[in-house]
């Protein structure tokens, strides 16, 4: 059965940094689509031009909005990806089948954006493109409320690589803890972008939640 899976970079990277899973998810006959956000990937605007957290995660909203409301995809996001599929499924719970977080920050009822984003330097060392600078978490957070009516009914699975030197895995346990995913699962041998070192893992990982939660 053909699964649809949207893939979420994290920041300064683009749609690229998913060439491998995304090929080995077409191979076994899965629909895939990459999105680069506001001012990432080949995205026409430039850093300076996204004035908030809200427009920066626009191609991702636009995207779900688009969706016939009889279909449903796979979300997975990496790192500050986490935080750009979180709001599609508080604001689109319905056409979210599961969200896999990949060594991703997971925002929700019990954590604002405020408290994860101390963890953006951390996670803007290894990056190709200049990533636009928020100031309005706090902002966004007011704004934004996660549900357990709506965030809270989409299943999630968490994925973590063993060797992820730029997200700490005490941070990673922390979010977890205060919102336990459906599963955890965890990638040996991997860094903190499981997409490049360790890819053929990773697919395997995503096809056997799309196999369980679809």
């Not at 850093?47 to 796979?74: C, D, G």
């Not at 700490?168 to 070192?197: V, Y």
């Amino acid at each position: 059965m053909e699964r649809h899976f949207v893939l979420v970079h994290g920041v300064m990277h683009g749609a690229w940094c998913w060439y491998k899973v995304a090929t080995l998810l077409q191979s076994v006959g899965h629909k895939v689509t990459s999105l680069d956000m506001a001012a990432s990937g080949i995205h026409p605007k430039q850093a300076s031009e996204v004035n908030s957290y809200r427009e920066y995660v626009e191609p991702l909203t636009q995207f779900m909005k688009a969706l016939p409301s009889h279909e449903s995809v796979i979300l997975v996001g990496h790192s500050a990806g986490g935080g750009c599929i979180s709001v599609a499924m508080e604001q689109f719970p319905e056409k979210v089948s599961v969200a896999a977080f990949v060594a991703a920050l997971m925002p929700g009822p019990n954590i604002t954006f405020a408290a994860l984003t101390k963890e953006d330097v951390m996670l803007s060392k290894s990056s190709m493109r200049p990533s636009p600078s928020f100031n309005d978490y706090e902002l966004f957070d007011k704004q934004t409320t996660f549900t357990k009516e709506n965030f809270g009914k989409v299943r999630r699975v968490y994925i973590m690589g063993d060797q992820d030197m730029l997200m700490k895995e005490d941070f990673q346990k922390w979010m977890i803890e205060l919102h336990p995913p459906n599963e955890f699962k965890k990638i040996d041998g991997s860094d903190h972008f499981l997409m490049f070192s360790t890819p053929i893992q990773l697919f395997s990982c995503l096809q056997d939640i799309s196999h369980k939660y679809y």
